[in-house]
């Protein structure tokens, strides 16, 4: 058996490059939500401008997340990883300098592109990177503490907005990228030397146009924008071309064949729906609690303070329970315990208090 061992020096700092390599991608998708209201102020834009600064990013990020994972199996995981963190940290660049939400949109999707070459490699790297004994354990450290870096951006993005300035939430993406190029030095290189030849060039853009359609036709319909019935149809008929261009492909970007799996099936249905879930609801959340209840952009996000020590406590004892014990039990019980959570937090309305309702 081949692979670093997770205690090891060679083990830390390949689990140091893909945590943070990974957590710039997650701490970006949330950071930014506390800061809306100064960063619609400051380039005087609407509700609609606001989306789009949000879904720009995301927009490339799912688009490109397929693609960039087959880049890096083809060309070396640590090669395009690196890139896509330089990517990243120009782009957040680009965003903290801003002077219009044009500007901001179109710098938020090349940020969405940076992301979709970084952290489809952060999990590969560790996948071929670690022995197979200690892969589950550094998996469950990587995800719980990228949760952290989820669950801490509304934290530290209201108190980067209070102390000095919307802008510094990007700009504070630079330094935690030079710290991962560090760590990825490091890093030993690694491929898939068994891939057939050529990329699914047709499969990305398909998949990038329906998104893109969908999108455009959601937010389209929320403010009434005009070719909102074109956008949906132009989607949704790319999102079927893509299947069935996956499905033809000789080197798919998303084998369908993986899905004749139940197990495999299962598992991103369960995640799928958890994470929508979850990331749905913390989005809300913290636009509540500032708009409803009156919490500063400091308040707001250190509400989610309790979620972020809890999920540094235990992702990796989950991780080590779910190995020994196997999946099915930790991946049932888990979003039970989270929809008991979210149902409480359905009570809260205007005069709730943070210990009887939210905590």
């Not at 083990?11 to 619609?40: E, K, Q």
């Not at 008991?340 to 905590?359: F, H, K, N, P, Q």
């Amino acid at each position: 058996m081949t692979g670093v061992r997770r205690d090891s020096p060679e083990g830390r700092w390949l689990l140091a490059a893909a945590v943070l390599g990974s957590g710039l991608a997650a701490l970006d998708a949330t950071v930014i939500n506390v800061a809306l209201p100064a960063i619609g102020e400051d380039l005087d834009t609407d509700i609609t401008g606001l989306q789009w600064i949000l879904n720009g990013y995301l927009l490339t990020l799912a688009s490109f997340l397929l693609l960039g994972g087959s880049l890096g199996d083809r060309y070396g995981r640590r090669r395009v990883f690196v890139i896509g963190v330089v990517w990243f940290a120009g782009a957040s660049l680009l965003c903290g300098l801003a002077p219009s939400v044009e500007v901001m949109v179109a710098a938020r999707a090349l940020q969405g592109v940076g992301g979709a070459l970084l952290t489809p490699g952060s999990l590969a790297l560790l996948q071929s990177g670690f022995h197979p004994e200690d892969r589950a354990r550094a998996i469950g450290a990587w995800s719980g503490l990228g949760g952290v870096a989820t669950a801490i951006g509304p934290f530290a993005g209201g108190w980067l907005v209070s102390a000095a300035s919307w802008r510094w939430i990007f700009l504070l993406n630079i330094p935690i990228a030079a710290l991962t190029l560090l760590a990825t030095r490091h890093v030993p290189e690694s491929r898939d030397t068994t891939m057939p030849p050529g990329l699914d060039i047709a499969g990305s853009v398909a998949a990038a146009v329906g998104l893109a359609g969908v999108t455009w036709a959601l937010i389209g319909a929320d403010s009434g924008a005009a070719g909102v019935p074109a956008a949906a149809v132009i989607g949704v008929g790319s999102l079927v071309a893509f299947i069935a261009i996956q499905a033809r492909s000789p080197h798919p970007l998303m084998p369908l064949e993986l899905f004749a799996n139940r197990w495999f099936s299962a598992t991103n249905v369960v995640t799928l729906a958890l994470y929508f879930a979850l990331g749905g609801s913390f989005f809300l959340l913290v636009v509540f609690l500032q708009t409803t209840l009156g919490y500063s952009p400091v308040e707001a996000g250190a509400a989610l303070f309790p979620l972020t020590v809890i999920m540094f406590l235990l992702s990796a004892r989950a991780a080590a329970l779910g190995q020994r014990i196997g999946p099915r039990i930790p991946m049932t019980i888990g979003p039970i315990v989270a929809g008991l959570g979210l149902l409480g937090l359905s009570r809260i309305e205007a005069g709730s208090t943070y210990v009887g309702d939210i905590l």
